[in-house]
């Protein structure tokens, strides 16, 4: 069996592991990942993380075919440049190149919530699904498209960003620089925003009182003081399954995928946050009134983190594999 590198790229930790062709994790480790430093340097860490990441699968360097990264930001895969990412400060660095160079293995660079999206199709929630998008909701509103197996990527492999779409014409700032961004609204940080603003009209209710007894708001803290029966947290988390409900029910419109799966911090929420998420996506839907058992299933992510880390992996082996 041929074996892949998987290496998954976050603000604060890079996971990285061996993974088997057909998908699972043979050893793992983490390392911090220390964007405040140059990029170069962070690259010297994620080299002796793989190095370590082989040495303890126990498999040696024969049968490892080759490794796969998965990186927030803009990325240009065919290149395996990192073309711009703000938050680690990153800009046109030649992360596969410099890989290749110092592993002596093939490196594909992928979006991180593209490669995501194929760890879910490989072993996830959408194991098997012909085509599937899987949106994250975390600090933004991650989005990765996948086709018959493969990363599905617009022009120059850039990734698809469906967090900034528009849902609000002139709405909520989005960090992007626009207005009424799905992710302005959908994303645990919008989510969270909106709850500071609740817990700000209402200081004594029941949100109020969770953030003072955990010492923050979470994008738990409304559906977990809704499903407690709050009035405020029930009109707030109603609010934010609108707003998620009008941007999830613009994807299935536009793409028609077989299976849309939700991930990240909000969607660890499961059945309390999609029971009422196909009822408003489906009212919004082209063809809502024609019964259809070919219609888009609409399920929670299953393998956190992992699914960077095998979807790394395994784009690594879509481009060079078996």
């Known amino acids: 069996m041929t074996y892949y590198v998987g290496v998954d790229v976050g603000g604060t930790s890079v996971k990285i592991g061996v993974v088997s062709s057909a998908g699972s994790i043979v050893s793992e480790v983490a390392i911090a990942t220390g964007a405040e430093r140059p990029q170069e340097v962070v690259l010297q860490d994620i080299l002796e993380g793989v190095r370590q990441a082989v040495a303890a699968s126990d498999l040696g360097w024969g049968k490892v075919r080759a490794v796969g990264v998965g990186c927030p930001g803009m990325v240009r895969a065919e290149e395996g440049t990192v073309l711009y990412n703000n938050n680690l400060g990153w800009r046109d660095f030649l992360l596969g190149p410099m890989l290749t160079e110092a592993l002596d293995l093939p490196a594909r660079v992928e979006n991180d919530a593209n490669a995501a999206a194929l760890g879910e199709v490989v072993g996830g929630c959408a194991r098997g699904a012909t085509s599937a998008m899987i949106i994250t909701l975390g600090t933004g509103v991650g989005s990765g498209f996948v086709i018959d197996g493969r990363i599905w990527a617009g022009y120059n492999s850039a990734a698809c960003e469906f967090g900034h779409m528009v849902i609000v014409r002139g709405g909520r700032p989005c960090t992007c620089g626009r207005r009424g961004c799905f992710e302005a609204y959908a994303s645990a940080t919008g989510l969270i925003a909106m709850t500071n603003e609740a817990i700000a009209t209402d200081p004594e209710g029941a949100m109020a009182e969770m953030a003072r007894r955990e010492g923050r708001v979470g994008g738990h803290t409304s559906f977990v003081a809704a499903e407690a029966g709050d009035p405020a947290a029930m009109r707030l988390v109603d609010e934010y399954t609108d707003y998620l ?8 419109n536009g793409l028609q995928p077989e299976v849309v799966g939700v991930g990240g911090g ?12 196909r009822r408003k996506v489906s009212a919004e839907l082209y063809g809502r009134d024609y019964e259809d058992d070919r219609a888009t299933r609409l399920v929670s992510c299953t393998l956190g983190y992992k699914a960077g880390l095998v979807g790394a992996a395994m784009a690594a082996k879509v481009a060079y594999g078996e």
């Open 245 to 252: 409900a009008c941007g999830v029910a613009n994807l299935v």
């Open 266 to 277: 909000v969607g660890k929420q499961g059945e309390r946050l999609l029971v009422p998420l």
